[in-house]
């Protein structure tokens, strides 16, 4: 009998179910991404991520036997043996254990049997389990990326079964899917499975705080051991070992080798029945699945099972997760003319753009041109037109496709238009009637998630994105055929969430016509002076020269000032204590740190002026000028859905971290220049934040001071700090001013007394001074963290949220930090819409004026602008007068506002 007639064994999947739930729950934070969570604040992002790996696996392997092993709470037989055992690991994250329960619920409703046994391990439990699999002639697939669990493969019966994380970019790619032999681990670690514990017990591990061989590490013990065949035979001819720190190791250390060898060894023997009717692997509990899922608010899950739930099944609107793709290429105009007449018969439909041609990082005015153009007009039904491989008019199918996406009765969604804008700006497209963009609508709903569409087709959908495309097609076509089905799925569900959250007027107000202006803001760009700023960057090098000899003088010796480690030892041998380390054990050299010790080192000074010298050349000096496009202007990036209170950010360069007040920052700013014949005007809104402080606490002295446009920081000096005299006066004033700004962002006495210059007594004294003489400012800090533990949110004045699921966290600092945010949003929040209609209202008055004025960055409360000089006595009122009134309050909003031949001396 052939091979291939042969019948297969039946498969018995062993998942390490502990492995997967930590992947699972870190990876999100890995990616610097807030994890997902439900409208409850409840982290769910492990449960998501172990239940469509668990789906995946179901669906793709149809196992005849299945299990998910867990660890057990109690000592093991191995913390007898060796009692640091796993020493190292922390206490499992609250926001995980919170989650454990639900993994258990997960695996109960997809009826997977769950092992875990009291002191063994789930490796233990593993192993002993695959060895009885085996020895039935059956195969064990054990499902985990556990190196460790490795050393239990064996040809053909026992395998391990990897899940590789298409997210996760690698040197070398992997499948999705892994399945490793002998000579997979082989090719993988350099040793066959049953030298795996051999080189664990020379290499050590410090997840499992097995200590290994001191000295050796990964690249010494592969080499020992391939060359002596184990830990055994490495110890035995320790004399042969020419390198000297491996030698002495193995002759010092042979006991710890032993241990750490046996601490490695998955033990096959343990007292535990292979009982395979109870592994059998059966239907779903479709009922239970739609309660859980329903409760954890997984909604394409919760529709999969709605059919056991009838009453409830039409509440969970939108697509099935099951969707057939059913997508075309477009290459003739015979199918393109087809294309559109359905789309004069579609409600509406979704597009997107193929830029894979353009560089990752290329701004508005750099994309090219698309490769192509899918259009979706319904859940699965996506269509690529192909503009590279156009087989009839290249220019006719262009006007086509101008003709249906700048129409004003065509209704479209889209996701990232304004990328989409900056690429079909190069045919000559602008799109109108677009009622959607899918990714603002999502960050909208809340910022704190992760906002990408293959994460939100996943969560909302329950789709499965495609790695490798379908014949005819390449890798980028598919995905813009499949990012534009996405698209048109999502956008009703985000439409009508935004409804149910009051969030129409942000999202249709502000958000929406917002990233028209900010696409024209990107394309005008901002004009730079070369020889400016290379003579910024000689400034800089040569003070870094000056700085950099001073601090060695003072430590005595050279060294890398801007590696904190190093830091840390000269502040050692200079004894010079700093009272505080970092997680890993080394002496903190934060600025905070430093800013403490400079009242007493001038070293400590040095450092903090060298290290910040230094990222000004890094960040600017260095970088502009490899920024200034073909038009001799700098392009940046105005992004809406980064910053999760809803502020605007700038990259690529980042101009709202350049200094306001200092020499530095002053210089930078004066090598941005207007065109010539023209001028550049800065207008911006004066103590806006402070203003949105007496608006939403509605302190009557605070409140008063603006009405009467009073000095509010003079009024802080008199009435906090006692000032009296004029000369108490100057002094208090400045320190007042910090002190009102430091309050809107809810710091507190150690972080208040950095900033002014007090001792934490003394500063937690003024804040206390602070709140009794503004009552309402106290009574707002005091009730805004309860409305977010109740709510799980908080609202700008406009109604834009802000979800904070750490308010109620354990951790003290952690809870902390959230409740100060919370303090924080209603105010940030409100700038941020505020600063946003201003933009929409100057730009509608330029506009309406026929001025050639256009405005060319935004930055914090500040808006900069390019106007023609015989613009200039007219633009500035009414930029003024639109700013000042782009709101009705009851709070007096202010701008000041000048023109001038470069950004530093607008003012």
């Not at 970019?169 to 670690?189: G, I, L, M, S």
């Not at 790695?467 to 598919?478: A, C, L, R």
């Not at 007594?761 to 800090?781: C, H, L, N, P, S």
């Not at 009134?885 to 000048?898: C, F, H, K, Q």
Request: charged share 30%; hydrophobic share 40%.
């Amino acid at each position: 009998m052939s091979k291939e007639n042969e019948s297969k064994p039946e498969r018995v999947f062993l998942i390490d179910t502990m492995s997967h739930i930590f992947r699972a729950f870190f990876a999100p934070m890995g990616a610097r991404q807030e994890p997902l969570r439900n409208s409850k604040g409840q982290v769910t992002q492990a449960v998501f991520v172990f239940t469509n790996m668990l789906r995946k696996l179901l669906a793709d392997e149809k196992p005849d036997y299945i299990a998910a092993v867990f660890d057990s709470p109690e000592k093991t037989f191995r913390h007898d043996s060796f009692a640091d055992y796993k020493a190292n690991r922390a206490e499992m994250p609250e926001d995980l254990s919170a989650q454990m329960p639900y993994i258990v619920r997960v695996c109960e409703a997809f009826n997977i049997r769950i092992l875990r046994e009291p002191g063994y391990e789930a490796d233990d439990i593993i192993g002993t389990l695959a060895q009885k699999v085996a020895e039935k002639g059956m195969q064990a697939v054990i499902v985990s990326n556990d190196k460790d669990l490795c050393q239990l493969v064996r040809d053909p019966l026992i395998v391990c079964m990897r899940q590789n994380s298409q997210n996760v970019k690698r040197k070398t790619p992997a499948p999705p899917v892994e399945y490793c032999d002998e000579e997979w681990v082989k090719n993988k670690f350099g040793v066959p499975p049953a030298q795996i514990i051999d080189l664990l017990g020379l290499m050590g591990d410090s997840i499992d705080n097995i200590p290994g061989a001191p000295g050796i590490g990964e690249k010494g013990a592969l080499k020992l051991v391939t060359e002596f065949g184990s830990a055994e035979g490495a110890m035995a001819n320790a004399d042969k070992v020419t390198h000297k720190t491996y030698r002495e190791s193995l002759q010092n250390n042979q006991e710890i080798i032993r241990q750490s060898v046996e601490l490695a060894t998955i033990h096959t023997t343990m007292p535990i029945e292979l009982d395979l009717e109870r592994l059998k692997h059966r239907d779903p509990d479709r009922k239970l699945a739609y309660t859980l899922f329903r409760e954890l608010e997984f909604t394409a899950l919760t529709r999969e099972f709605a059919d056991t739930m009838p009453l409830f099944a039409g509440l969970d609107d939108g697509p099935s997760p099951q969707t057939t793709r059913n997508y075309h290429l477009i290459r003739t105009r015979a199918e393109l003319d087809r294309l559109v007449r359905r789309l004069w018969e579609t409600e509406y439909w979704s597009f997107d753009v193929d830029s894979s041609n353009s560089p990752p990082k290329a701004s508005s005015f750099d994309k090219l041109p698309p490769l192509g153009i899918a259009i979706a007009t319904a859940a699965g039904a996506s269509y690529y037109v192909d503009l590279e491989n156009f087989e009839d008019d290249r220019e006719g199918t262009i006007g086509s496709l101008r003709d249906i996406l700048s129409n004003g009765f065509l209704e479209k969604v889209s996701y990232d238009l304004k990328t989409n804008l900056a690429v079909l700006d190069r045919l000559g497209i602008m799109p109108e009637a677009v009622k959607d963009d899918v990714c603002i609508a999502s960050y909208l709903i809340d910022s704190g998630r992760k906002n990408d569409l293959d994460s939100l087709a996943q969560v909302q959908l329950g789709a499965d994105i495609v790695i490798e495309p379908p014949e005819g097609w390449t890798e980028s076509q598919y995905r813009t055929a499949e990012r534009a089905d996405f698209t048109v799925q999502l956008a009703p569900m985000f439409r009508k969430k935004i409804e149910e959250d009051g969030l129409e007027k942000v999202y249709a107000e502000i958000e929406m016509p917002l990233i028209r202006l900010l696409f024209d803001i990107e394309m005008a760009g901002m004009k730079v002076d070369v020889e400016a700023l290379r003579g910024f960057s000689d400034f800089v090098s040569t003070e870094l020269d000056t700085l950099r000899e001073k601090i060695y003088a003072l430590a005595g010796r050279e060294f890398k000032i801007n590696s904190p480690k190093q830091v840390g030892e000269v502040l050692q041998e200079l004894n010079i204590d700093t009272g505080r380390k970092t997680a890993t054990g080394q002496i903190s050299t934060s600025k905070d740190i430093l800013t403490e010790l400079a009242q007493n080192y001038e070293i400590a000074q040095l450092i903090i002026d060298y290290r910040e010298l230094d990222k000004l050349k890094a960040t600017y000096s260095d970088v502009l000028p490899t920024l200034i496009a073909a038009d001799g202007r700098i392009h940046g990036k105005l992004n809406q859905t980064i910053a999760a209170t809803g502020r605007l950010s700038s990259t690529d360069p980042n101009l709202q971290n350049i200094p306001v007040r200092t020499e530095l920052g002053q210089q930078i700013r004066r090598a941005f220049i207007p065109e010539e014949g023209k001028k550049l005007i800065s207008a911006d809104y004066s103590q806006l934040e402070l203003r949105l402080l007496a608006y939403v606490t509605r302190d009557e002295r605070m409140l008063e001071a603006f009405k009467n446009n009073e000095d509010i920081h003079a009024q802080t000096a008199r009435l906090v700090f006692g000032a009296q005299t004029d000369t108490e006066l100057k002094i208090a004033r400045r320190q007042a001013k910090i002190v009102n700004f430091a309050i809107a962002y809810a710091v507190e006495a150690f972080g208040l007394s950095q900033r002014v210059g007090l001792t934490r007594a003394e500063a937690k004294k003024v804040i206390e001074d602070y709140y009794e003489t503004y009552k309402g400012v106290k009574k707002f800090m005091d009730e805004t963290p309860e409305v977010a533990r109740e709510k799980g949110f908080v609202t700008s004045i406009f109604g834009r949220r802000r979800y904070f699921p750490s308010i109620n966290d354990r951790n003290f600092s952690v809870r902390s930090r959230a409740e100060r945010e919370a303090i924080n949003m209603p105010l940030q929040g409100s700038a941020s819409d505020i600063v946003k209609l201003a933009m929409l209202k100057v730009d509608a008055a330029l506009r309406r004026e026929n001025l050639e004025t256009r405005m060319i960055m935004q930055i914090h409360d500040e808006l900069l602008f390019e106007a023609p000089e015989a613009e200039v006595e007219k633009a500035i009122p009414l930029i003024k007068q639109a700013m000042e009134t782009a709101v009705e309050l009851d709070v007096p909003l202010t701008v000041e506002i000048g023109a001038g031949d470069n950004w530093m001396n607008v003012k």
